[in-house]
C-alpha cells in the first residue's frame, strides 16, 4: 500500500554491541552477526510502523560490531532510490525495503538475495525461537518466486470497510459483515448530510496505481471486471468494468467528501477520525489510529469485510512491506542484514511493541499468526476482521474469470506502475467530469492494449 506524506525523516543509529543479536528486553537469541565492523544501510517508508521501527530499532536492538543507519522516506522517493539503485547495482542500501509488487519482478531480475540458504543455516536454537512457519502463508508467499523466500515481511495488510456506527445508527441503518457495493452506496447515500458537514463514504481520489489505484482495483474485481484475458486480450471496455468505474464515482460525486482528487489516505484517515464521515474503504493498517487513546472516535467504529458483487470471495487487497537483502552487498553486511530483519519479524519485536505501546498502533499487522493470537492484540475491534480477511485472499487468482496474472490490487508486471497510474488518471478525469465515461474507457484500453504488444506478452 502506498503511503505518500511530504515528511521525510532520517534517523542515524550508532549502537556499541554485545556478543549476539539479543533483544533487550527480553534476551531472546536470534543468529550472530558476522565479525565487524560493519554497518548496514536500510530505507523504510514513511509510515507510523516505520518510524516506530527505527525508535525501537534505536532503543533496543543490539548485535556485534554492527552499526544501523535507518532512513525513513516518502513512499515515492524510496521506491525511486530502490528501483534505480536495484537496475544499477548500487550498494547503498543493505536492506531493500519493497512490497510485492516489485518482489516477483526483481528476485526474477537478480536484484534480491535468497534467503533460503540464510535460513537453513541457522541453528535449531534459533529456528526454534524465530518460528518461520508462524509467518502468515499468503504474506510470505507473496515475496517468494518458486516456494524460494526472497524477503521476510515486516507489516502486512489487507482491505476492508470502517463505518462510524453512531452515524449509521442514527440513521437507521445495519451494517451486514460483508456488505456489496450496492449496499454501500445506499448506506453513503442515506448518511451524506452536507447541511451538517457530513460526508457519506471517503476513498482515495488522489491518481496514481498505488493511490486511488488500490481501492479502485479491488472494486474491479469484486464488479467481476479485469484487465486482461487469458490471451492478454485488454478487457477493459467492457460492461462488468464500465459498472466499476460508474459506482467509484457515483460514490465520491454524490456522497464523498469535497475536492475528491486531493484525498490520498492521510486526508480520508483525517475525515474518518473527525467523526464526521460515514464509511471508509482502505487499508486495515490504518485502522489503529482511529482506536488510538487520544481518537475522537475510539470505540466508535465498526469494522467489516471489503464490499463485494459479482465476485463473492477475495475482494479485499494484499500488500505488505517487505525486508529483502541487496545482493550487491558484501557478505559480512548480508549477515548482517539477516540478523536484523530476524529481529525485526520476530514474536519477541511484536511483544516489545505491546510492551511500549499497549494500544497497538506502532505493533506490525499481518506478518505473524501468532499476534492475532495475543490477548493484548485479538482485543483490538479490527483484529478478527482482518485475519478473517487475510484468511480468505488468494493474490494468485483475483478475478472472477481466470487471468493471466496475480496481484489483487495491482498486477504483478512490471508495466503496471504506468498503465495503472495512468487508468487513475482517467478515471480522475471521468470522476471531475472533465471526459465521458466512453473517452476514458477507450483510452485505458488503448494503454492496456499496448502495453501487452509492447511488453510481448501476447502469443
Known amino acids: 500500500m502506498k503511503k505518500v506524506t511530504k515528511l521525510t525523516v532520517f534517523i542515524s543509529l550508532v549502537l556499541l554491541l554485545t556478543t549476539s543479536a539479543i533483544f533487550a528486553q527480553g534476551g531472546s537469541e536470534a543468529t550472530k552477526t558476522a565479525p565487524g565492523p560493519v554497518t548496514v544501510n536500510i530505507a523504510l517508508a514513511n509510515n507510523p510502523?516505520?518510524?516506530?521501527?527505527?525508535?525501537?530499532?534505536?532503543?533496543?536492538?543490539?548485535?556485534?560490531?554492527?552499526?544501523?543507519?535507518?532512513?525513513v522516506l516518502p513512499e515515492n522517493d524510496l521506491r525511486q532510490k530502490l528501483t534505480t539503485g536495484a537496475a544499477t547495482k548500487d550498494s547503498t542500501y543493505d536492506i531493500i525495503y519493497i512490497g510485492p509488487y516489485e518482489a516477483q519482478t526483481w528476485a526474477k531480475n537478480g536484484w534480491l538475495e535468497n534467503l533460503k540458504p540464510y535460513f537453513d543455516k541457522m541453528s535449531s536454537d534459533q529456528k526454534q525461537w524465530y518460528d518461520y512457519n508462524d509467518l502468515i502463508k499468503g504474506m510470505l508467499d507473496s515475496v517468494s518466486l518458486d516456494g524460494i523466500p526472497y524477503g521476510v515481511p515486516f507489516y502486512g495488510e489487507t482491505s476492508f470497510l470502517m463505518y462510524n456506527k453512531d452515524l449509521f445508527a442514527k440513521a437507521g441503518l445495519t451494517m451486514p459483515e460483508e456488505p456489496t457495493w450496492d449496499q454501500v452506496y445506499a448506506f453513503a447515500k442515506k448518511i451524506n448530510d452536507p447541511a451538517n458537514g457530513?460526508?457519506?463514504?471517503?476513498?482515495?481520489?488522489?491518481?496514481?496505481?498505488?493511490?486511488?489505484?488500490?481501492?479502485?482495483?479491488?472494486?474491479?474485481?469484486?464488479?467481476?471486471?479485469?484487465?486482461?484475458?487469458?490471451?492478454?486480450?485488454?478487457t477493459i471496455d467492457t460492461p462488468a468494468m464500465r459498472n466499476a468505474w460508474m459506482m467509484y464515482k457515483k460514490i465520491l460525486?454524490?456522497?464523498?467528501?469535497?475536492?475528491?482528487?486531493?484525498?490520498?489516505?492521510?486526508?480520508?484517515?483525517?475525515?474518518?477520525?473527525?467523526?464526521?464521515?460515514g464509511m471508509y474503504y482502505d487499508a486495515t493498517s490504518l485502522a489503529p489510529p482511529l482506536?488510538?487513546?487520544?481518537?475522537?472516535?475510539?470505540?466508535?467504529?465498526g469494522y467489516v469485510m471489503a464490499p463485494h458483487e459479482l465476485l463473492k470471495k477475495n475482494t479485499a487487497w494484499l500488500w505488505n512491506w517487505t525486508m529483502c537483502i541487496n545482493p550487491n552487498s558484501t557478505t559480512a553486511k548480508k549477515q548482517a542484514a539477516f540478523d536484523f530483519i530476524l529481529w525485526a519479524t520476530s514474536k519477541d519485536y511484536i511483544a516489545l511493541t505491546l510492551k511500549e505501546d499497549p494500544s497497538c498502533g506502532t505493533t506490525p499487522s499481518a506478518n505473524r499468526y501468532s499476534t492475532y493470537e495475543l490477548s493484548e492484540y485479538a482485543k483490538a475491534p479490527y483484529a478478527a476482521i482482518t485475519l478473517?480477511?487475510?484468511?480468505?485472499?488468494?493474490?494468485?487468482?483475483?478475478?472472477?474469470?481466470?487471468a493471466p496474472y496475480v496481484g489483487l490490487q495491482y498486477m504483478a508486471i512490471p508495466e503496471f506502475a504506468d498503465i495503472g497510474t495512468a487508468m487513475t488518471e482517467y478515471l480522475a478525469d471521468y470522476v471531475v467530469n472533465k471526459t465521458s465515461l466512453d473517452e476514458a474507457i477507450k483510452k485505458t484500453q488503448a494503454v492496456f492494449e499496448q502495453a501487452a504488444v509492447d511488453g510481448n506478452y501476447k502469443k
Open 49 to 71: 510502523l516505520s518510524q516506530a521501527l527505527a525508535k525501537y530499532a534505536q532503543q533496543y536492538y543490539k548485535a556485534d560490531g554492527v552499526t544501523v543507519n535507518i532512513s
Open 198 to 234: 457530513i460526508v457519506g463514504m471517503t476513498m482515495r481520489g488522489a491518481p496514481g496505481w498505488g493511490m486511488s489505484g488500490a481501492p479502485f482495483t479491488t472494486m474491479i474485481n469484486a464488479f467481476g471486471a479485469q484487465f486482461y484475458d487469458m490471451n492478454w486480450n485488454a
Open 253 to 277: 460525486t454524490e456522497a464523498g467528501q469535497k475536492d475528491v482528487l486531493s484525498y490520498t489516505y492521510n486526508e480520508c484517515i483525517a475525515l474518518m477520525s473527525s467523526g464526521k464521515c
Open 291 to 301: 482506536e488510538a487513546s487520544d481518537s475522537a472516535v475510539k470505540g466508535h467504529i
Open 388 to 402: 478473517k480477511t487475510l484468511q480468505n485472499l488468494d493474490f494468485t487468482k483475483p478475478t472472477l474469470n481466470p
